[in-house]
């Protein structure tokens, strides 16, 4: 089992930044792949924000938020960031880390095994 603890979300205005962390124990693996996913209110979908793979260090972000946000693991700390920058009102969400012991970034959240508890962003314009 591995266990995910998000924090770092809360309150930030248009244009404004947050770091989020995610760190993770039990049987996490510095192999696992790491991701970042939201949901905003009103029902919708979980979405995808990034991932991050240690082995080549690869990562992939929606496009809905590339070149503002970046995500970073540190694994001496077990440890993933998702860096927010230029943050606008729809991103606006609750922001999950998830883990798998997989070689794909997976962007559908159903790839998954282990999500934190999620932490919530909002973002006032």
């Known amino acids: 089992q591995v266990q995910l603890v998000e924090s770092g979300g809360g309150l930030a205005q248009a244009g404004g930044s947050l770091r989020l962390s995610c760190a993770a124990s039990?049987?996490?693996?510095?192999?696992?792949?790491m991701g970042w996913f939201r949901q905003a209110p009103a029902g919708k979908e979980r979405e995808f924000v990034a991932?991050?793979?240690?082995?080549?260090?690869?990562?992939k972000y929606a496009d809905s938020v590339k070149g503002r946000f970046t995500i970073s693991r540190d694994n001496a700390k077990n440890t993933v960031y998702l860096q927010m920058n230029s943050l606008k009102p729809e991103d606006t969400a609750v922001y999950y880390c998830a883990s798998d012991p997989s070689s794909v970034i997976w962007t559908g959240s159903s790839h998954y095994n282990y999500w934190g508890q999620g932490t919530q962003v909002i973002v006032s314009s």
């Open positions: 039990g049987r996490a693996s510095s192999n696992y792949i």
């Open positions: 991932g991050i793979r240690q082995t080549y260090i690869t990562t």
